[in-house]
């Protein structure tokens, strides 16, 4: 099956700065989304990328499907971006589960 | 609704017992699929559904688990004679339509499991 893999496993930034996760997956992929779990559990969706460029404010997320990676681009980060970033993958399958990668796990420091 | 809605939010239960979860879709959803978080870690898939029907039961651990979705709305996880090891966060999504796959799944906030 698919592999999805995250980098880095975990990030510490200080209030203010800009940092890049990847996300690399290992064949062709019908659908991407990225999540952002905040420190009460909930799964944020942020983006709905299987190819492209988004943004959405200070958050921005670049696909290369024929290079089978993502990335999500976070600017000016702030203490409220703490918690752990999933990205997650439907293959050519056509039940439309999400397979998972790892997480990069992100604290923000005032 | 207007979002995924699971309940209970959080369930302790001994070793042995049998648990039920639900999931209330987002309404007009015609996909709803089940996944397992186990501390520190990504999303496991378990079951998926469309319509009524499961078409992918793969991530199944094992046969203590099942699930139905009745109305093509809510749908229950049912874990029989409960192990240390089902204590997770069970999480449910909907999404719209499946197929092509192209649309994004919606969460709930997940039921958090403690089997003592």
């Known amino acids: 099956g698919i592999q999805v893999e995250q980098s880095p496993p975990d990030l510490i930034l200080q209030e203010g700065a800009n940092s890049t996760l990847r996300c690399n997956f290992s064949d062709s992929v019908n659908n991407l989304q990225w999540f952002h779990q905040n420190p009460w559990g909930q799964l944020i969706n942020l983006f709905y990328i299987p190819s492209g460029t988004k943004q959405n404010g200070r958050l921005s997320a670049t696909t290369v499907a024929t290079e089978r990676y993502s990335l999500l681009y976070i600017s000016s980060s702030q203490t409220t971006d703490s918690g752990v970033y999933f990205c997650a993958v439907h293959g050519s399958s056509n039940t439309g589960k999400l397979i998972f990668g790892q997480g990069t796990t992100l604290q923000v420091k005032p | 609704g207007a979002g995924v809605s699971q309940s209970p939010s959080n369930k302790v239960t001994e070793k042995g017992k049998d648990v039920e979860l639900r999931c209330d879709p987002i309404s007009g959803h015609t996909a709803l699929y089940w996944y397992r978080q186990r501390l520190g870690q990504g999303l496991e898939f378990l079951i998926y559904?469309?319509?009524?029907?499961?078409?992918?039961k793969s991530g199944l651990p094992s046969d203590r688990f099942s699930a139905e979705r009745t109305g093509e709305s809510v749908s229950t996880l049912t874990i029989q004679r409960t192990q240390q090891e089902d204590s997770a966060v069970y999480l449910c999504?909907?999404?719209?339509?499946?197929?092509?796959?192209?649309?994004?799944?919606?969460f709930g906030d997940g039921t958090r499991l403690s089997i003592l």
């Open positions: 999504a909907s999404s719209p339509r499946v197929g092509s796959g192209n649309q994004p799944q919606h």
């Open positions: 559904f469309q319509g009524n029907s499961a078409p992918d």
